[in-house]
């Protein structure tokens, strides 16, 4: 897998039937490796070591409904109380991030109400601030610390 821009963290990988696997923390269970869940990897680990971000706060790739669809969200990151403080969206390093990312992700946003989001490929990350009242977002040069 490419290097992205994340400092290094150390993965538990396996191999079988001609695939790679990476351990996920959070699931407890290796997944398959694709350059959309290396990037997720790497957030999750950037979240728990760099942000201190609690693992028993983290969730990965759970289904939300979206206007009667069933989508899947990459990452949340819940408060104390269960709301949500924190909506990630993953794209593999390929993928450009553009406005159509963000009308993704602003959608999951109706349902779940997060006070952040935060747009990765691995590459480029993009973190934004919600103001629901007057139904805006702020960007941010980087996501806050855990409280």
């Not at 553009?98 to 935060?118: E, P, W």
Request: hydrophobic share 35%.
């Amino acid at each position: 897998m490419i290097p992205l821009q994340f400092p290094t963290y150390s993965f538990r990988f396996k191999n079988s039937e001609n695939k790679t696997f990476i351990f996920d923390e959070i699931r407890k269970k290796f997944v398959v490796l694709t350059p959309e869940e290396w990037v997720r990897q790497n957030t999750i680990h950037y979240l728990i070591q760099e942000k201190k971000y609690s693992k028993s706060y983290i969730n990965v790739e759970k289904l939300v409904k979206v206007n009667g669809i069933n989508k899947r969200y990459d990452i949340v990151v819940f408060n104390s109380d269960g709301s949500i403080f924190l909506l990630i969206e993953c794209k593999a390093p390929e993928v450009a991030i553009s406005q159509h990312t963000f009308d993704q992700i602003a959608r999951y946003n109706l349902v779940l109400k997060a006070t952040y989001l935060m747009v990765t490929n691995g590459l480029n990350h993009y973190f934004c601030q919600m103001d629901f009242e007057n139904e805006k977002y702020r960007f941010l040069k980087e996501l806050p610390y855990y409280n």
